[in-house]
């Protein structure tokens, strides 16, 4: 099992693959530049060398980089699509530095103006962002749990979207909190069968690269994006041991993005997923 968490980065790589290393992670997610925006820090030489050193010794595999969450691939607002596209490039590029396999985006919010047009929009910005690019990092579009004028919180948007970019460069990161939120629900062992075989009726289980393992604080449906600690929300353990032991799902690496607060953090989720594991 290829197992990690949404690692900081701090205190520098380095120090992020230390901790990795503590917690006995094989798999890590990570921003490489402020979750905000705004103009990205240089990656230097040495660090960077350092950083992919580490990881090749310490079996940290896949590495992750998710972009930062100001990104709207979706809106039609025609200096934002530009910002977007340019974000997109230069992640794409800092992720192939770090060695990253995949890129991991939301694909934002269409403000109104039709989820067609949002759609249309995404599409557009990820074929000028891929059109030159000749690295290894693999695009990975997440689902979102459907709130306001989100688009991608169906199997269908992805689908589409997929299919109007026709590259071997872009796949899918599914959450499961955002998709239990968004009604695709993971309670138990038949609901998660049915909601992955509609995946690969859908989009196809070859195209889902990486799963977000987030329980989620809120009912199935609810379109609210809360995530809560494994086992505590309302797809329970019961969920995530199916989920774990889905036969399509084996080899499917899995990123925590799980709370830390009075409850527990890093240490108690990842142990509540290896124990769940092991049943």
Known sequence: MRLGIHISIGGGFDKAVKNLVKLGCNACQM???????????????AEVKTFRQLCQNNDIDPVVVH????LNLATSDHKMHDYA???????LYRADTLGAAYLVLHMGSHKGEGMEKGLAQVAEALKKSLSDYDGSTVVLLENT??????????????????NELD????GICFDTCHGFAAGYDLADEEKVKKTFDEMDRVVGLSR?????ANDSMYPLGSTKDRHAHIGKGFIGEA???????????IDIPLILETPIDDQ??????????RRIAKD
């Open 31 to 45: 921003f490489s530049r402020s979750p905000r925006g705004g103009k990205a820090r240089a990656l230097g030489e």
């Open 67 to 70: 972009i930062p969450y100001v």
């Open 85 to 91: 596209i340019s974000m997109v490039k230069e992640d």
């Open 145 to 162: 749990s459907g709130a306001g004028k989100e688009v991608g919180f169906t199997f269908e948007h992805l689908k589409w979207v997929l």
């Open 167 to 170: 590259s071997g460069k872009a």
């Open 208 to 212: 889902l690269k990486l799963i977000h």
């Open 239 to 249: 969920g995530f041991k199916a989920i774990l032991k889905h036969e399509g799902l």
């Open 264 to 273: 527990g953090g890093w240490e108690e989720n990842l142990e509540t997923m």
